[in-house]
């Protein structure tokens, strides 16, 4: 045997140890990526349970709510604020979704799960009122979405099953 033989044989050597772990190197870093992608998900989850808590935790608040939605213009002040205040924190969770599906973190069917969330609300003529004032707090990329979605002109239809007649005719608490 000589050098050159020898060496070919230590280059094979090093391919068949080189390989496996290149194999397993891409499979760890596949992996580190479905659970960053898995973390950030969780952490929109648990983002939008506090942000809803909101609802089941004071009647007070689901009746501004309610209120606001037909209409924010005729909230009192006080209302406006919070409807306001509660709002923001939802369409801000909103923007972080989208910017998350842009990022390929979110799956476009969980995408398309927020859009008709938004779609929905965004159809109240209160919430339409309100993006008008507050529009510019947000990315224009995605007040982009938001305005397409108003473009579209939904009915609102995400309680349209509830009997909401009385709640809006309710005075401010």
């Not at 596949?30 to 089941?56: C, F, I, P």
Request: glycine share 4%; net charge neutral.
């Amino acid at each position: 045997m000589n050098w050159e033989m020898l060496a070919a044989i230590g280059q094979l050597a090093a391919v068949c140890v080189g390989i496996p772990s290149l194999i397993y190197l891409a499979v760890q870093i596949r992996e580190q990526t479905k659970e960053r992608r898995q973390s950030a998900v969780n952490a929109l989850t648990v983002q939008w349970g506090e942000l809803t808590k909101a609802l089941h935790d004071s009647g007070e608040f689901c009746s501004i709510f309610l209120r606001g939605l037909h209409s924010f213009e005729d909230l009192d002040v006080i209302s406006k604020l919070r409807f306001s205040a509660f709002f923001n924190r939802f369409f801000k969770n909103f923007q972080a979704m989208y910017f998350s599906h842009c990022d390929g973190v979110l799956t476009a069917s969980s995408w398309g799960e927020i859009e008709r969330t938004m779609t929905d609300f965004i159809a109240y003529p209160g919430l339409q009122q309100w993006w008008a004032t507050r529009r510019h707090w947000h990315t224009e990329e995605f007040a982009r979405v938001v305005d397409a979605i108003i473009a579209k002109d939904n009915k609102p239809s995400a309680y349209s099953a509830y009997d909401l007649r009385e709640i809006t005719k309710q005075t401010p608490p």
